[in-house]
């Protein structure tokens, strides 16, 4: 792989079989993986094109136990990686070769629902679908919904604050959670926020969230529950070219229009997802838009006619409303299998996750298929349309020599465009080991030194997930004091990837 992590810590490595043993005190002896082979499962997460079995991988069930994990490892300068259910894609939970992977698939409890204060207190490797699950029997869900929604951990949902279709409308997982419990790399357990709206004090939970497990371990969540709306319906829309689709977008937001979810699909992927799963996606269209309105049914009657309307007027060319539950549920199958899709018709994908402004929309899209052209790569476009949230999806062979480089290279030119036209670098995977070096395209040197500060109040040690999010590791002690002299870096000795 072209991507440089951490050099292996030798001295680290060859107390493999005692820092196993120790690990073996704190849990139930079953639950340390040292196994080569078996330490293999856990290389690799939706980031597939990286690889690294963890040096030993570690399975809590108990808070106690992480805590007393973290602990350990804190005093014996063992990193740590934390892990849900390996679904990132952008490389978060990549394994280390010198350090523990935390695998938190033994907290799959949900432990408490309250509908009157309407919240679930989960652990954090429930997965995020079992939450509405647990609560629809009473006509409750969990908003923030992600196309990995059947395989994806709360944990890894609040590290990466992911998002769903259905965010546009109801907030990512910021939005929706009210409270953690937090292991710190010393093994202290924190609790933060909880069933009141607006704990006192400064807000660490908004920092927790979408802090990649890099600040401490996940050990429960809160979340906010919803009653389901009354009516839901949806819209499958087909433009006749992007640029119609993206001003129809654009068109819907202007007129205070907030749809549930507002998601685009571009040719390549309309065909794939549709022959994956055969739900009527119009194949003579470049661009197709699925809309949800939800509320009561009036309510939801009247945003159906307004959004066709405007539609019509933006150049729709195909409009169909869902006629029954089971028809929304179907026309949003296809979009929600849009990745495994791809599977069909190349052997790899590399999945970009970048925001820009609704209306840079048919721009971008435009420089993209150019940037296609130049690498000789094909790429495809599921996104949620609604928040300028891009999902490019390009295709490539990792078996023929040099795709994967160049599928990487394209992926960049693709973030850097996003950036330019005053986006953002990520919309909902994180930074991982994917953007970790092109944080810089987006931030400066000062504010990535700020950033960092905040990483070193929560693990001074830079134990807990490193090589991951930031480009240059600085000791903490350093941060602040970065400064070239006669081309000599003060602190040589510190990895810098
Ligand atoms: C087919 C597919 C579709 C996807 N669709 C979406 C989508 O629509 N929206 C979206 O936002 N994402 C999507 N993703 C990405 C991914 O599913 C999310 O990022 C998800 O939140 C990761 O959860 P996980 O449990 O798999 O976490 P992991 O992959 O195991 O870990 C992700 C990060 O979280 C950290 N972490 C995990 N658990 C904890 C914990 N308990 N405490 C502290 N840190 C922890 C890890 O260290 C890592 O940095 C998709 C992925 C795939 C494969």
């Avoid at 919240?119 to 992600?146: H, I, K, S």
């Avoid at 194949?283 to 939800?294: G, P, R």
Wanted: charge should be negative; glycine fraction near 10%.
């Amino acid at each position: 792989m072209s991507l440089q992590m951490p050099l292996p810590d030798l001295a680290i490595l060859a107390r493999r079989s005692e820092i196993a043993a120790a690990m073996r005190t704190l849990v139930p002896p079953a639950h340390v993986i040292d196994d080569a082979d078996a330490v293999r499962v856990y290389e690799s997460d939706g980031l597939t094109a990286y690889r690294q079995p963890p040096m030993l991988v570690v399975l809590p069930e108990t808070t106690a136990q992480v805590s007393a994990i973290l602990d350990w490892c804190h005093r014996e300068g063992v990193k740590v990686v934390p892990r849900g259910a390996g679904t990132s894609l952008s490389g978060g939970a990549l394994p280390l070769a010198d350090a523990v992977l935390l695998g938190m698939a033994k907290f799959n409890r949900v432990l408490d629902v309250d509908y009157g204060d309407r919240l679930a207190v989960v652990q954090p490797g429930v997965t995020n679908l079992a939450v509405t699950r647990a609560v629809e029997d009473r006509g409750f869900y969990y908003a923030p919904d992600p196309s990995s929604q059947i395989a994806c951990s709360i944990g890894g949902n609040v590290a990466e604050n992911s998002g769903g279709v259905h965010c546009l409308k109801y907030g990512l997982t910021t939005n929706n959670v009210m409270g953690v419990e937090f292991v710190l790399m010393d093994g202290e357990v924190l609790r933060l926020g909880g069933c009141a709206l607006d704990p006192a004090g400064l807000d660490l939970l908004g920092v927790i969230v979408g802090s990649e497990g890099l600040l401490g371990v996940v050990t429960e969540v809160t979340v906010r529950i919803l009653p389901r709306p009354e009516t839901a319906r949806a819209l499958l829309i087909g433009f006749a070219t992007v640029a119609d689709a993206g001003a129809c977008v654009a068109a819907v937001i202007a007129a205070g229009i907030i749809p549930a979810g507002m998601e685009m699909m571009d040719r390549m992927a309309i065909h794939a997802a549709e022959a994956f799963v055969n739900v009527g996606y119009p194949l003579d269209v470049a661009a197709l838009l699925i809309v949800e309105l939800d509320g009561v049914e009036a309510e939801c009657d009247h945003l159906v006619e307004e959004v066709e309307a405007i539609a019509r007027a933006n150049g729709a060319v195909s409009v169909r409303l869902s006629q029954s539950e089971e028809e929304r549920i179907a026309f949003w199958a296809g979009r929600k299998a849009a990745f495994p899709a791809m599977g069909r018709i190349a052997p790899d994908f590399y999945c970009m996750d970048g925001t820009i402004p609704r209306r840079r929309l048919p721009e971008v899209l435009e420089r993209m298929a150019k940037l296609s052209e130049q690498y000789g790569l094909a790429v495809a476009n599921v996104f949620h349309a609604g928040d300028g949230n891009l999902h490019p999806l390009i295709l490539y062979d990792a078996n023929a020599p040099g795709e994967l480089e160049r599928a990487e290279a394209f992926g960049t030119d693709i973030l850097r465009l996003c950036v330019e036209v005053g986006g953002v670098l990520t919309g909902e995977h994180g930074v991982g080991v994917e953007k970790r070096d092109l944080m810089p395209v987006m931030f400066g040197e000062i504010d990535l030194a700020h950033q960092q500060r905040v990483k070193c109040a929560f693990d001074p040690l830079l134990l807990l997930n490193p090589g991951k999010m930031f480009p240059v590791l600085h000791r903490c002690a350093e941060l602040g004091r970065m400064h070239v002299h006669r081309g000599a870096l003060p602190f040589p000795e510190l990895p810098r990837f």
